[in-house]
């Protein structure tokens, strides 16, 4: 029906102002704090999932476990049953009860233990670096050895701004030229550690 998921968003928002309540507001985009629409008539938000064919149902790091089914997980016990409980919290947490479900060919309003009950659900897993921090001063001879360099309040920045945005290895350790509005490219120092994010998909 739809090519992104910012299409299927909009298309279900348009289907369930036309159904439903034609005083509903969009949020959606990229901020997973709110839901996609929020429904006056219903006081309450409404996910769209676009299910061509799985989507994304909620997810977690080490520092965001907010349940005991968390703990499981990170334990490696799962099982799509504690993958619809942490789906049933995590949406109530947000004050969700009801999914828009996009396939190829309809639109389908769902509350929640019928989207639970309906769908397969299953966890997923991936890792990734915990960020950068400025490079400490035991890197200088190494980096000013191999590029043009300069010190400025306790960092370390790049004099040629051809290379913001690249990658480097030096001594085992990963370095980042980050960009600078007022001055030249930073090098940053790429962390060692790596953040795990579990997320539950929906079939």
């Given amino acids: 029906m739809n090519n992104t998921w910012i299409d299927s968003e909009l298309t279900a928002y348009k289907w369930f102002k036309t159904n439903y309540d034609s005083n509903?507001?969009?949020?959606?985009?990229t901020d997973s704090t709110k839901s996609d629409?929020?429904?006056?008539l219903l006081n309450e938000y409404i996910e769209v999932k676009q299910l061509c064919p799985s989507a994304r149902c909620g997810q977690f790091t080490a520092t965001t476990a907010n349940y005991d089914i968390c703990k499981e997980v990170m334990n490696n016990i799962q099982t799509e049953e504690n993958a619809k409980e942490f789906v049933r919290l995590y949406y109530k947490n947000k004050n969700v009860n009801k999914f828009l479900i996009v396939s190829l060919d309809k639109i389908v309003l769902e509350d929640l233990d019928t989207f639970l009950n309906n769908h397969s659900f299953k966890w997923q897993s991936y890792a990734k670096k915990s960020g950068t921090s400025?490079?400490?001063?035991?890197?200088?001879?190494?980096?000013s050895k191999n590029l043009p360099i300069e010190i400025k309040?306790?960092?370390?920045?790049?004099?040629?701004?051809?290379?913001?945005?690249?990658?480097?290895w030096f001594d085992n350790q990963e370095f980042y030229i980050s960009?600078?509005?007022?001055?030249?490219?930073?090098i940053r120092q790429c962390s060692k550690t790596k953040n795990i994010t579990w997320l539950v998909e929906v079939i």
């Fill in 24 to 29: 509903a507001i969009l949020y959606g985009g």
């Fill in 37 to 40: 629409i929020y429904s006056p």
């Fill in 134 to 143: 400025s490079t400490s001063k035991k890197y200088y001879p190494i980096l």
């Fill in 153 to 168: 309040n306790n960092k370390i920045y790049i004099t040629n701004n051809s290379l913001v945005g690249k990658y480097f």
């Fill in 179 to 186: 960009k600078n509005k007022n001055t030249y490219g930073e």
